[in-house]
């Protein structure tokens, strides 16, 4: 090297390479028209916006908001793309275990900061991944039921969740649906998004009267901010809540878990013994609810007298199916719900023929079932005399 010359800079040998393998691009590429085509390199820093709601989310811990961030930068452009592994977000995030993603995503997916929209099979039936959208406000819940149709099962199984922050979200957002139902607010009609975001910038203000952060009511709200401790983000390499990587993927709400869920006809002998279910247990409920519709049911029916909710039901029953009948689907059979059990409240309710068909058909049912039992229970009473009175005549 001469005494003049100026040595060259690694950056700029990285440049250099950067640059030629544009240029290789454009000559194997094979698409170059008459004219050539041009390329334009951005050589400065990559700004990537972020919705300030995620950094004052009152729920969120700081490293919930980083991993956000990875995914959001991992979802850069206008068409989907491939989802980062548990194994890439940790490591781009600085967080000590995978087990902490999985953790994260189960609390952004419960407060609604992302949806798991569906689980794709094949014609075999074989499992080829999910499909996720990020979002920079919690979606409202009436979206996400139509989106997501088994959110409220996730909720349900995240109440087992291994980690008890998950546990706890996962508790408030039910609970805050629960109050919606006990109030009569119908949570699956859309909601006006000015509402929502004057309702959170009340709660960031400390407006205890008015506030409500998106998926979570006030009092569920302060309830859950006086349990949950700090988790400062940088003790994430040392968190003393990580758990085995296995025993979270194996709990009930592990964010890629890919079983399918089946839904429930009729009885409620599958449903999970919590809050929701407790005194509509023994209640039948219309066989073309979907899962979480049914769940919703279950809350809603209690807004009416607890002599009439079976007559609710078998009504809803009878309209969903004469309606469906008529290739005129009620769209919203929670907020027609809704309206039968606020005139059984107030003592407006009948129940019309199409409700007794309904509950008609379901007593015959229960008959024919006992019936069946009974001849089942004799059958083999009898079968074990004959093998008791077989013994004693070999004895």
Known sequence: MGRDEQPIRP????????????????????????????????????????????????VLQPVDTRIWGVIKIAAAGTGPTAFPTYKQIAKTANVGSEATVARSMAILRA??????????????????????????EPLPLADTLHLDQVYLQFLNQCLEHAHAQVRKISEAVLGTIEDDARAGRVVTEPANSLDRRLASLHTLQGD????????????????????IEPHPLQNLKLDPLQKNL????????????????????????????????????????PDNLKPDERLLARMYVKNAPEPLRQDVLDELAGRLRAARKKGEPIANPIGYLTQLCKAAAGGAFKLTSL????????KQEAHLKRMDERARERAASHLQELLDRRRREET
């Open 11 to 58: 950056e700029t040998r990285a440049l250099d390479a950067f640059i030629q393998a544009t240029v290789d691009r454009l000559l194997d590429s094979g698409t170059a028209g008459a004219q050539g085509d041009d390329s334009l390199l951005f050589l400065g820093n990559w700004h990537d916006a972020m919705p300030r709601l995620i950094f004052q989310d009152p």
């Open 111 to 136: 407060i609604r900061w992302l949806t798991l929209f569906a689980r794709v099979r094949d014609g075999q039936g074989r499992f080829r991944g999910n499909v996720y959208a990020l979002h920079d």
């Open 208 to 227: 205890a009267q008015h506030s409500r952060f998106f998926s979570l009511s006030a009092d569920r709200l302060q309830k859950l901010k006086s349990e």
């Open 246 to 285: 296995k025993s979270v993927r194996s709990s009930s709400c592990y964010i890629n878990k890919t079983t399918t869920t089946t839904p429930t006809t009729g009885s409620d002998e599958n449903q999970p013994d919590n809050a929701t279910v407790d005194s509509t247990r023994s209640l039948s409920f």
């Open 355 to 362: 409700g007794l068909q309904v509950q008609q058909a379901r």
